[in-house]
């Protein structure tokens, strides 16, 4: 899967993607991920061994769970704009991403779409998977979370 990709479910395109690029508010992430991203970089960190790359990988986690629970949560989360632009881009009033961990279906009325007025718009957030499972389901032209417990 590239960087984000429609997909159609009945007649409803929907765009899916990580999320993160959408946390445009959050600069010190996105510098993070830049880096991280640059083919240079990857050939690199791919290069090292597993043992090293696990080692950073817990480095990583760690420094990010310090950082975020210091961030106010609106930083961490998208910022509404990105999230406009991006429907724009690919031409859909859905949108089905995680990274923010904060699951919800949010509702709201889009009129970015050239020619096609005002119209009803969803942004669909996924949870993480630490200790239950969460997707989207579609029907009858509506979408909902469904949690799944591991247990």
């Known amino acids: 899967m590239g960087e984000a990709e429609v997909i159609t479910s009945g007649l409803r395109p929907i765009l899916l993607m990580h999320g993160d690029s959408l946390c445009t ?11 991280v991203r640059q083919p240079a970089w ?4 791919l ?5 090293a790359r ?11 769970r310090e950082a975020t629970s210091s961030k106010a949560t609106e ?6 704009v990105a999230v406009q632009q991006v429907l724009v881009k690919h031409g859909v009033c ?3 991403h995680g ?13 970015g779409l050239p020619g096609k007025g005002e119209q009803p718009a969803t942004r669909t957030v996924l949870g993480d998977w630490e200790t239950s499972a969460w997707f989207a389901q579609i029907h009858a032209g509506e979408i909902s979370l469904i ?5």
Do not use: C, W
């Open 75 to 80: 930083i961490m989360d998208v910022n509404h």
């Open 54 to 64: 696990h080692a950073f990988a817990a480095q990583a986690r760690a420094q990010s």
């Open 94 to 96: 859905d949108l089905l």
């Open 147 to 151: 949690k799944y417990n591991f247990q």
């Open 99 to 111: 990274h923010t961990h904060r699951p919800k279906v949010h509702e709201f009325a889009f009129g």
């Open 25 to 35: 508010d959050d600069v010190g992430y996105q510098e993070f991920r830049s880096l």
């Open 42 to 45: 990857q050939a690199e960190f």
């Open 47 to 51: 290069g090292q061994p597993l043992a």
